[in-house]
């Protein structure tokens, strides 16, 4: 496999990224503006009252319908990029795992030396006891 093929293959669609997603917002935008635009009341219209309430309603649908669909293709676009990141970040997933196998020794380590600290104060205590036990007039 050509070592360049992949930057080349992450350039390409990391663009495709971008492009889809200025499309998307641009849609989204334009769509909106036009919404808002529809909203104007013209005293001159061409056609009867009723007639051009219905074809704004009408456009107004179409044009919330597409931005409906830019914003669907905006979080296609985002789980596309988890997705992607997710399968192909391995340098953050191996950092993530020597990170967390570093601590996870550290706090092991840390765990054994406080149980050797606390079997060698049991160790002392029971001693001491015994001692005492086997000293004391009360044994039976």
Same mark, same amino acid.
């Given at each position: 496999?050509?070592? /360049?093929?992949?930057?080349?293959?992450?350039?390409?669609?990391? @663009?495709?990224?971008?492009?889809?997603?200025?499309? #998307? *917002? @641009? =849609?989204?935008?334009?769509?909106?503006?036009?919404?808002?635009?529809?909203?104007?009341?013209?005293?001159?219209?061409?056609? =009867?009252?009723?007639?051009? $309430?219905?074809?704004?309603? %009408?456009?107004?649908?179409?044009?919330?319908?597409?931005? *409906? /669909?830019?914003?669907?293709?905006?979080?296609?676009?985002?789980? !596309?990029? @988890?997705? %992607?990141?997710?399968?192909? #970040?391995? *340098? =953050?997933?191996?950092?993530?795992?020597?990170?967390?196998?570093?601590?996870?020794?550290?706090?092991?380590?840390? $765990? #054994?030396?406080?149980?050797?600290?606390?079997?060698? !104060?049991? *160790?002392?205590?029971?001693? !001491?006891?015994?001692?005492?036990? %086997?000293? =004391?007039? %009360?044994? $039976?």
């Amino acid at each position: 496999m050509n070592p /360049r093929a992949l930057p080349q293959n992450k350039e390409a669609l990391l @663009k495709s990224y971008n492009n889809r997603l200025k499309e #998307d *917002v @641009k =849609s989204m935008s334009e769509n909106f503006e036009e919404i808002i635009k529809l909203c104007k009341v013209d005293h001159d219209i061409q056609f =009867s009252r009723m007639t051009q $309430c219905e074809l704004d309603a %009408y456009e107004m649908q179409v044009r919330a319908a597409n931005m *409906v /669909r830019a914003a669907e293709s905006l979080l296609k676009l985002v789980s !596309d990029i @988890k997705q %992607y990141l997710i399968l192909n #970040d391995f *340098v =953050s997933v191996n950092d993530a795992i020597t990170t967390n196998s570093k601590f996870f020794r550290s706090k092991q380590t840390e $765990c #054994d030396q406080k149980l050797q600290t606390l079997r060698d !104060d049991m *160790v002392t205590d029971l001693y !001491d006891l015994e001692e005492e036990y %086997y000293t =004391s007039n %009360y044994k $039976c």
